[in-house]
Every structure is written in structure tokens, then in C-alpha cells.
């Protein structure tokens, strides 16, 4: 076995998907904290908060840790839109897609927004500066169309002029920090 | 506050800590919404702005800066108020605010150009009181919304709260309290309007030692956002209610399943949870009368179908959120098994005024079997959008123009929808149709949970129609066949529609669908997910025609059947519109009609939105 091992790392040719490094102890802390047989999903969800996402490693531990299988913690991820196994861009664009929106003309705005960061809405961009996204309905329909920025910064009375330049912004601020 | 002379009663006054009271009626404040959309309006600029310039001036001890819950006119956020006189400035910006500190605060006059504008008269509205948007409402479940702090229990405790509790606690009797809400006529205000008198009877009367309440508070409908407000706003109505519940069925725990797209609400109800258990409002000694209840708060992860309750009660129990058939129903088996009452946040945050004022004043409001109030969130093309509170039995009409002012200027009413995805829509001429559960269901559309979204001559109802199927189809839980396949098979055809695909039978074809899918549906998901085709293709036929047989859209904005132009005579050549076109479609010398080359145009429609003149335009010719 060992030898094996030592084989691998003297021929570093044949890689496999290169695994993120993420400090796992969090796994088992978030456990010990809560009751995996009632609280799974609490659990999910403090630990995409914490790492972004839920990759492999960290389904794979919170199995370990918990003795729930890891088929249904990926049942859960992909059955709840808030749940992903990729890390989002930099700036995580998401576009409301609640009625109000839509017929102040979102669909337009997700039109812009992929015209101008140059991927289709669901996708990052491959600099991993930008995440589009369309969104449920985040209930701030009177200042239709709604867009948000992370978690925190939301732009109201959106046009497809103000996406193009929100994108532009948001590239000036990211060369100036 | 008043107090009774029962062991609660007297516990709950010395809770109370009149000293921490931070929102006083007649006191001098700037009173500042923090509702989500306020927030996302500017408001904590607006609100740091007061903060300084109060301090610069020396005024920081003779004016306070609150915020409170959602004041409802969302539209005209942020909203601030100058109390004690109540003058209500809207969408307040940062450069207002020394104007407003000079010539209300200090000078006690009004600043007149940042006053609100009459819709109808065009005069200028000084007090909140005074603007139309609220004078026709009645405010019963909102009716602390926008006058205390959220973070505050004593706000809530000064102004009668939890003593509706107290009262109920002392008087010992849970059937009493089961009888109250029947007598009432309260239902449940999710969507079904099952009467809530009558589920807590059931799920009382269910055996089992154990018994689970549930706050369903995973309002999902897409423009709705009344449980949103109210949780923001004024949590403890929500607590209080469900303490009632709990006395009533005999549930010694409870859950509060809450959206995570709803930051605020979460952060202000855990808030509200801890003081009520300090206070000994939840615990296992409620007000000292042996009465033992908490709350826990689960957080929903964005999945629609967890509105529906046996899907709702899988996600907290950590599985995926599908629903299962009923019956058994969750009064005799819900959450681990148990027997478990599910309302939602209007529901609960009914229950303590109907304890204190009487099942007699409630039944008052609103006619036939559907009594009270109701919430709406007033969306979409209208003047005046916001949350608004209504008592049932107000007419479509009476919402739509008197409460929301109208369409906006040069637009006609083309109809209103209410109910989002399960719901459908109401042409003009059945304006006059009351709020009523039964009587909107004859028309095809439901009192639903309250998104009420108007639509002008410029939304095509055929797009509106596949938006929600659209919705549906991506929130099906994929359980039952007719939901998973049957909404897909539909909506490709409605897209096919839309982008002037359509062929002759698709209508027949919808129909057939629809009516399948509504019977054989496992959960109300897919039951009433055809729902919006079916009352667009009522009301709204000739929409589908023009787009099938014409490959025309008469409301002009379906991309694939509308082409745009440039009206040379109303064209003044200002630039604008070519300097903006993303693709450099259109082109013309300064001062000059511009031309506009529709084998560039993306149809992004900046053009059309940024030209003052109205001179771009749209144009859906029949092409068959």
C-alpha cells in the first residue's frame, strides 16, 4: 500500500480532479453541535455558509462525522435550490424572478446581465469573478425589477442599461481592491 | 397596558419593563422603515444620515432615530416619519435629510416638495393618515406594523401584547379557545382557507400524548410577501398566536419553518424568541401557570413545494421535501409521526385580537364564510404597490384603483392576478368580484395567500401564463407522474407558443393536459399548477389565437414575434438611444430621426426605456 503510494507522488502525470483544500474540522464541530437525525439540513446549511458550497470532501466527512450515507446528503443538495457542490464567482449576481419582476421585465435584465459578464444565467464565469443567477421571488416586488449582489447589496428599478454598467462597476471595484 | 387578576395576568405585568419601551406615541422621533424594501432603497444611509446631523446640530437628545417593521407602501420607500405629528416623507434620499432636520424639526413647518403627491388630486400629503393608500385600509393583523420596534418585546407589551395569553392561560379552558376561532370564522390565510377553528379541534382531539405546532412560514408564491412583513415587522404577533395554539390543541413544542431568503425575518424572530423565553413567555413555566412551550425556528433551503404541509414536515425532519398522500392528515399524523397543527403567519397573527376583541367583532368584517381581514401585496403595474390589509368582501376594483391608485399614467388595466402559481387572473369586467374564498373560486382565481399582481396592456398574458408553469415545472418535486411530466409537456408547448411556434390543436392539447393534471395530481402543487393557463385561456383566448394563427403578440413584448423601430416624426435625434444600444443597431447624425437596424437589434429594449420621446416602438405584425 505504501509503496503505492510513494509510486503515485514520484510519477505526478495522471491527476486526478484536483481536491480543494479546505479545513474539515468544521464538519465535525457543526455536528457535535446539533442532532444529525433531526437537524441535517440546519447542519447543510451552516456549512455551506461557512465554506460557499458543499464539495465532495465535506459531503464525504459530514458523512463520517454524522453516520448519515452520503446518497442522502446529495439527495438533500439536489433537492434544495440553496444547496451547490460548486463555489460560486466573486460577486454572486442574482436576478429575482418573482411575478413582479418578471413583468417589469427581468427576463431582459438576465439578457443584459449574460450579454455583459458573457455567460448564461446558472453559470460562473471562468475567471471566477461572477455567478448569475435567477432567484425565487425575494420579496422586495416593489422596487421591481430586483437584482442582488451577495447577500447584502440589492439594486431596485433595475434596466438592462443599469445591469451593463452594475457589471462594469462591479469589474472597477474588483481591479481597485 | 391592563391588567387582569389571574396568576398570568399578574405575571405578565411584571414582565413587562416599561423603562425599555423604545417607540413612545407622542414622543418626538424620526421613525425610519426597515423593511426589506426601504432597506434595499437606501434606508441605511437615510437612517446614518439623521443619526449625524442630529448629533451636529445638538438635536441627537431631543429627537431619537427608530426603525421599525414594514409601514406597507413598499412603493415609496424609505419611508420616514416625523412623529408625534406623523408628516410622511417617501422615498427619502440622504440629500433630503438637512432639509427635513431644518424645516420639520427644527422649524415645525413641512418640506412641500418631498411631501407625498396625491395620485388623484396631485396635492401634496402631509400625514400618513391623510394619504389614500392607507385611509382605505383596515389594519388589524398590520396594525402595529410600522409602530414599534421589532427588537423591542416591550413596544409590543405597552400596546397589549401577550395578553391575549394571559387571558387565555387564566381562563384555563382550551376548548373555550377552540370554540372562540370557530365562532370567528377564521381561515387559514395560506392559501386553502380551511377553517382554523376546526383543524386545532382535530388535532386536539387526535390521541397521542405528544402533539407538534407548526408555523408554516415558507411563503413561497412569488409576490407575496405579507408573512415576510409581518414577521419583520412585528414577530411577536406571531409568537403570541401560536402560544394560543398550543394551549388550545396541547402542544408543548413548536416550529417556525421560515424561508432563508428572508434574513431579516430569521434575525428578528430568534431575536424575539430569546426575550419571550427571558420574559417567561416560553419555557416550561409560561407567566407562572405551569403551561410549557418553546419554539424552535428551521430554516427552509428554496424549495417551494415545502409550502405544502406533508413536504414541509419531510424538510424538517431532514428529508427531501416531497409531499406524501393525505389522508392521514397532519392533525392525526404529521411531524415525526405525531399529531401536528400547521397554520401559517397570518393565520397566527389573527389569533390574539381575536381573543381580545371577540369572535363577534372579527365575523363582523367581511361576508359570507369568509370573515376578517385579509393581507395582499399589491404588485406589479399600479401606482401605489405595497402591503395592504383589507377586510374580506372589499371588491377587485376597490383594491386595485382606490387603494393602489390606479394603473400607471397612459396604461390601461388588463387584469389581476392573485394567487401567484396556483392562482389565476381577473379580466376587467369581473372588477366588481369580491374577496371572498368562494366567489373568487368561481371565477377560476383563489384568495390564495395574497400576491395580488396587476398586469397593464403591456404584459401578454400567454407569457404570464408559461412564467408560472414555468415556476411550477422547476419547483415540481417530481413525485407524481402527472406533475413531473404532465407540467413539462405543457410548458413546451406554451414555449413553443410564445415563440411563434404554435400549431393548431395547442389549445386542445393544453386543455386536456390541464384537466389530467389537476385530477391525478398527488399534491395541490401540481392540482392547481394549471390553474394560471386555464383562467389566461378563459379570459384572455384571443391572446393564444393571435400568437398561434397570426404569429402576432398583441401586447408587444414576446421577442421572437416583435420587431423594433423608430418613429421618424417623434425622433428629435437627442443621441441617447444610439449611445446606448449595446450593439451599435442604431444609427443617425445629431438632430437627425435616427434609423434602427433590426438585423443588429438584441431587443434588450434600452432603447425604448431610456428615449424621453416616446419615439421607439414596438411592433408585432401578423406575419400569417
Known amino acids: 500500500m505504501s509503496r503505492r503510494i510513494s509510486k503515485l507522488v514520484e510519477e505526478p502525470a495522471p491527476q486526478a480532479c484536483p481536491v480543494p483544500e ?26 455551506q455558509g461557512a465554506y460557499g458550497y458543499l464539495p465532495e470532501t465535506v459531503v464525504d466527512e459530514l458523512s463520517r462525522q454524522s453516520g448519515v450515507a452520503a446518497s442522502r446528503i446529495y439527495g438533500i443538495i439536489t433537492f434544495y435550490a440553496q444547496f451547490t457542490t460548486e463555489p460560486s464567482g466573486r460577486y454572486k449576481i442574482s436576478v429575482c424572478q418573482g411575478t413582479a419582476c418578471h413583468v417589469a421585465g427581468a427576463p431582459l435584465i438576465i439578457d443584459a446581465f449574460e450579454d455583459a459578464i458573457g455567460v448564461k444565467c446558472g453559470c460562473t464565469s471562468e475567471d471566477g469573478l461572477f455567478s448569475l443567477e435567477g432567484v425565487n421571488c425575494v420579496g422586495a416586488c416593489a422596487l421591481a425589477p430586483v437584482v442582488r449582489v451577495g447577500e447584502d447589496e440589492t439594486h431596485g428599478r433595475m434596466t438592462p442599461d443599469a445591469a451593463r454598467d452594475l457589471v462594469a462597476e462591479l469589474r472597477t471595484r474588483e481591479v481597485e481592491a | 397596558m391592563s391588567v387582569g387578576t389571574g396568576t398570568a395576568a399578574k405575571a405578565l405585568a411584571d414582565a413587562f419593563r416599561p423603562e425599555r419601551v423604545t417607540i413612545r406615541d407622542g414622543e418626538k422621533e424620526i421613525r425610519i422603515c426597515a423593511g426589506t424594501a426601504c432597506h434595499a432603497s437606501g434606508r441605511p444611509a437615510v437612517r446614518e444620515a439623521f443619526k449625524e446631523q442630529l448629533a451636529e446640530k445638538g438635536l441627537a437628545d431631543e429627537w431619537k432615530v427608530v426603525e421599525t417593521g414594514c409601514h406597507g407602501f413598499c412603493e415609496q420607500g424609505p419611508i420616514v416619519l416625523v412623529m408625534p ?31 407625498y403627491k396625491h395620485p388623484k388630486t396631485g396635492e401634496r400629503v402631509a400625514h400618513e393618515k391623510d394619504v389614500p393608500f392607507y385611509e382605505q385600509q383596515r389594519r388589524l393583523v398590520l396594525r402595529l406594523n410600522g409602530k414599534i420596534d421589532p ?79 409581518v414577521l419583520e415587522g412585528n414577530p411577536h404577533v406571531v409568537i403570541e398566536g401560536m402560544l394560543i395554539a398550543a394551549f388550545a390543541i396541547g402542544a408543548r413544542e413548536g416550529y417556525v419553518y421560515v424561508r432563508h431568503e428572508y434574513p431579516f425575518a430569521v434575525q428578528r424572530l430568534t431575536h424575539a424568541l430569546e426575550t419571550c423565553r427571558e420574559r417567561g413567555l416560553l419555557g416550561d413555566d409560561i407567566l407562572g401557570t405551569g403551561f410549557a412551550f418553546d419554539i424552535h425556528i428551521n430554516e427552509g433551503a428554496g424549495a417551494f ?94 383594491v386595485v384603483f382606490d387603494i393602489g391608485g390606479g394603473m400607471l399614467p397612459g396604461r390601461e388595466f388588463k387584469a389581476v392576478q392573485l394567487g401567484g402559481p396556483s392562482g389565476g387572473c381577473l379580466p376587467t369586467d369581473l372588477l366588481e368580484t369580491r374577496i371572498d374564498y368562494e366567489e373568487l373560486q368561481a371565477t377560476g382565481a383563489i384568495v390564495g395567500s395574497g400576491g395580488l399582481v396587476v398586469v397593464d396592456d403591456t404584459t401578454c398574458m400567454v407569457d404570464l401564463a408559461r412564467y408560472f408553469l414555468k415556476f411550477t415545472q422547476e419547483e415540481s418535486c417530481g413525485k407524481c407522474v402527472p406533475c413531473r411530466v404532465g407540467t413539462k409537456r405543457m410548458l413546451e408547448i406554451l414555449e413553443a407558443i410564445v415563440a411563434g411556434e404554435g400549431k393548431d390543436g395547442d389549445i386542445e392539447r393544453i386543455e386536456r393536459l390541464a384537466t389530467t393534471i389537476k385530477k391525478t395530481s398527488l399534491c395541490a402543487l401540481g392540482g392547481t399548477a394549471p390553474n394560471p393557463v386555464l383562467t389566461t385561456l378563459r379570459y384572455f383566448r384571443d391572446e393564444y389565437e393571435a400568437h398561434i394563427n397570426e404569429k402576432r403578440c398583441p401586447a408587444g413584448t414576446c421577442q421572437a414575434l416583435i420587431t423594433y423601430y423608430i418613429d421618424e416624426g417623434a425622433c428629435t435625434g437627442c443621441t441617447l438611444c444610439s449611445k446606448k444600444c ?43
Open chain 2, 85 to 115: 405629528e406623523g408628516i410622511f416623507y417617501p422615498r427619502v434620499k440622504v440629500k433630503d435629510v438637512e432639509k427635513i432636520i431644518q424645516t420639520t424639526l427644527i422649524e415645525g413647518g413641512v418640506v412641500e416638495k418631498l411631501l
Open chain 1, 22 to 47: 479546505i479545513d474539515l474540522s468544521l464538519v465535525a464541530k457543526t455536528v457535535a453541535e446539533h442532532d444529525p437525525s433531526s437537524q441535517l439540513i440546519t447542519i447543510m446549511q451552516k456549512l
Open chain 2, 582 to 624: 449595446p450593439t451599435n443597431a442604431i444609427t443617425g447624425e445629431k438632430k437627425q430621426p435616427h434609423v434602427l437596424d433590426p438585423l443588429e437589434c438584441i431587443k434588450c429594449d434600452t432603447c425604448r426605456q431610456v428615449c424621453r420621446f416616446g419615439a421607439v416602438k414596438v411592433h408585432s405584425p401578423a406575419t400569417v
Open chain 2, 151 to 229: 427588537y423591542s418585546i416591550d413596544d409590543y407589551m405597552e400596546r397589549g401584547g401577550y395578553e391575549a395569553v394571559a387571558k387565555v392561560l387564566d381562563e384555563g379552558d382550551p376548548d373555550a379557545v377552540i370554540d372562540l376561532m370557530e365562532e370567528s370564522g377564521l381561515r387559514g390565510r395560506g392559501g386553502a382557507g380551511f377553517p382554523t377553528g376546526k383543524k386545532w379541534r382535530f388535532t386536539r382531539g387526535a390521541p397521542g400524548d405528544i402533539k407538534y405546532l407548526i408555523c408554516n412560514a415558507d411563503e413561497g408564491d412569488p409576490g407575496a410577501f405579507m408573512d415576510r412583513s
Open chain 2, 305 to 398: 413545494v415545502c409550502g405544502e404541509e406533508t413536504a414541509l414536515i419531510a424538510s424538517i425532519e431532514g428529508r427531501r421535501g416531497m409531499p406524501r398522500k393525505r389522508p392521514p392528515f397532519p392533525a392525526n399524523s404529521g411531524l415525526w409521526g405525531r399529531p401536528t397543527n400547521i397554520n401559517n403567519v397570518e393565520t397566527y397573527a389573527n389569533v390574539a385580537w381575536i381573543v381580545l376583541n371577540g369572535a363577534d367583532a372579527y365575523a363582523e368584517m367581511g361576508m359570507g364564510e369568509s370573515r376578517g381581514t385579509k393581507i395582499f401585496s399589491l404588485t406589479g403595474k399600479v401606482q401605489n404597490g405595497g402591503l395592504i390589509e383589507v377586510p374580506m368582501g372589499a371588491t377587485m376594483r376597490h
